[in-house]
């Protein structure tokens, strides 16, 4: 396989959004002993795979080197594996996140480490599979370890908020905390209200609304958790909306965010701005998997573009506007 090309779409350098992407012809990648090489049938395009091409994760050293193919989260299926996989062989359908490092989802051909690929039923197609890991495993994290949520609904009950709930994070954060003891108010555009309704949420309001906009509940309750998945909000927003002990999970910290964070930390404030940054396990990642197939979780897929207009779909997702998850198929 490895003296083969495959058509592939990456950057040289930071910046440049869709029109800084060019489809090239480069070889196909060699699985390491720990990895498998799949033949990519859907990888989902997330914010930080541009906020990468930006520079903006420079700091963390991403990416590791140029050119680089972006994108980390596919599905697809096994074509090789190296030789300390144990649990996959080729042919099998599976659901992996690749390394933010290394990239190499707008490809045809990808290779992804054993420990971060599942498998993937029948009943749970490329496209809703590829959209899970980095946006599910976001909603996943942020409502089950830092909310303390149980998707069995038997913790105690708690007022959630959803900001942005018809993006990629938090179409899956609305449905997941329904699954529960919650109650949940949703924010998103006026187009989307009946779509975020449709998937559980008890109350949703037009964020471009006077009462949207202060994130006010129209049934006067005060969140517990908010799953913060819009930016741009200041402090003073939330404080009058939260419950005594209620925490803001912030998952776009800037500086300024991780300022309040640290002041509210240091002087024992009851009410905490929580700075997030996802970590995906092939344990987690698994556990999403099935919830699709056994139909408690929608992927819900806003567009899907070929692989030759991949530069399309980057174009939108850095737009802002997508409702649930933008998808390129090879
Ligand atoms: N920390 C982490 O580990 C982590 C992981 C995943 C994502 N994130 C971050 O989380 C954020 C959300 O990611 P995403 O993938 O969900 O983004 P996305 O899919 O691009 O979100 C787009 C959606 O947000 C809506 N929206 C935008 N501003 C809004 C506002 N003020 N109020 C309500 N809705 C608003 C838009 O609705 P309209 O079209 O109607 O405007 C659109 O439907 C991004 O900043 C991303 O980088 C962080």
């Not at 555009?189 to 509940?217: C, F, M, Q």
Request: charged content about 20%; aromatic content about 6%.
């Amino acid at each position: 396989m490895a003296s083969k090309l495959m058509h592939a779409i990456q950057f040289d350098s930071y910046g440049g959004g869709a029109a800084g992407l060019k489809h090239v012809e480069v070889p196909v990648p060699t699985p390491k002993k720990n990895e498998v090489l799949l033949k990519v049938e859907a990888t989902s395009i997330n914010p930080v795979d541009w906020k990468i091409q930006k520079g903006m994760l420079r700091p963390l050293f991403l990416p590791r080197k140029f050119p680089y193919i972006p994108c980390i989260d596919v599905a697809g299926e096994v074509l090789e594996v190296g030789p300390e996989v144990k649990d996959f062989r080729a042919g099998d359908k599976v659901v992996a996140y690749l390394s933010s490092k290394n990239g190499g989802g707008l490809a045809e051909f990808a290779v992804a480490e054993e420990s971060l690929t599942v498998a993937r039923p029948s009943e749970v197609s490329a496209a809703e599979g590829s959209a899970l890991p980095i946006a599910c495993l976001t909603a996943y994290e942020a409502l089950t370890r830092i909310a303390g949520v149980k998707l069995d609904k038997t913790g105690q009950p708690k007022n959630i908020l959803v900001t942005a709930a018809s993006g990629g994070v938090g179409l899956y954060a609305v449905q997941l905390a329904k699954l529960g003891n919650t109650h949940v108010t949703a924010t998103c555009g006026a187009r989307n209200i009946d779509l975020v309704k449709s998937l559980g949420a008890d109350e949703v309001l037009d964020y471009k609304t006077p009462d949207g906009a202060a994130l006010r509940s129209p049934s006067g309750k005060k969140y517990d958790v908010v799953v913060h998945c819009a930016t741009g909000t200041p402090w003073s927003t939330f404080e009058p909306n939260l419950s005594e002990n209620g925490k803001v999970i912030d998952l776009t910290p800037s500086f300024g965010s991780l300022m309040t964070s640290a002041v509210k930390k240091l002087t024992f404030c009851k009410k905490q701005l929580v700075p997030f940054f996802v970590t995906v396990t092939g344990e987690s990642l698994s556990y999403v998997v099935n919830l699709v197939k056994e139909g408690k979780l929608k992927s819900i897929i806003d567009s899907t573009y070929p692989l030759s207009k991949g530069e399309d779909g980057w174009a939108k997702s850095m737009d802002g506007h997508a409702t649930g998850k933008i998808i390129v198929e090879p």
